[in-house]
């Protein structure tokens, strides 16, 4: 138990997969313009790095390895991965269409979100069982939630504010994303 939480609190908060191993930036920056928003896509990514964190480690687990085929990894997860954002988009397509209107391109952007596809490498990298990789897996999907509502919530008090004209639009944005950055780095050497 005290592996699968130092597991939790190190994908989560310390290796926070945007704000320190800088995965899935695109979708951080492009549907961080409200909360809701960025709520929903942080849903359909916890979904998808979950379910996927545990698809991934049974088919390597008990396909790949028995049949020596690893080298094939990359190309199989993404498969995966794409099947399974298939899945999503078309559940919140027929469930919840205005989520689904409000992603827009970015939903299908998962697919190729590198985020996703870290995680599946980042579990067969460190060996874990597929306990431990659903763990991995729903933690950094969890940290992606926790940065991009954040990075949401700032960039709507940041229209509030009278920002100089050289940093307004992306130049903010970006400047916001480092000191987050900057500010979850202090998290690094906890575990």
């Known amino acids: ?8 609190v190190a994908s989560a ?16 920056l492009g549907v961080s313009k409200n909360t809701k928003t960025a709520a929903g896509m942080g849903g359909a990514v916890i979904f998808v790095i979950g379910i996927s964190s545990f698809v991934t480690s049974l088919i390597y687990n008990f396909i790949m390895v028995p049949l020596h085929i690893e080298y094939l990894q990359t190309i ?13 988009e078309m559940f919140l397509k027929k469930k919840v269409p205005p989520l689904y209107q409000s992603l827009g391109v970015y939903l299908p952007l998962i697919t190729t979100n590198c985020a996703v596809l870290g995680v599946a490498l980042t579990n067969v990298t460190k060996s874990y069982n597929i306990l431990e ?9 969890i940290g992606f939630f926790i940065a991009i509502v954040l990075m949401a919530g700032l960039r709507e008090k940041i229209e509030d504010n009278d920002v100089p004209a050289t940093f307004q639009g992306t130049a903010i944005v970006l400047v916001t994303a480092c000191l987050m ?11």
């Open 13 to 28: 908060v310390v290796n926070n997969v945007v704000l320190s191993q800088f995965l899935g930036i695109c979708p951080f």
């Open 76 to 88: 199989i997860f993404i498969l995966v991965i794409a099947a399974l954002v298939q899945f999503v």
């Open 1 to 8: 138990m005290k592996t699968l939480l130092l597991i939790a």
């Open 133 to 141: 990789s659903v763990v991995n897996g729903l933690a950094t999907a």
């Open 181 to 191: 950055s900057i500010a979850f780095m202090g998290f690094s050497g906890m575990i």
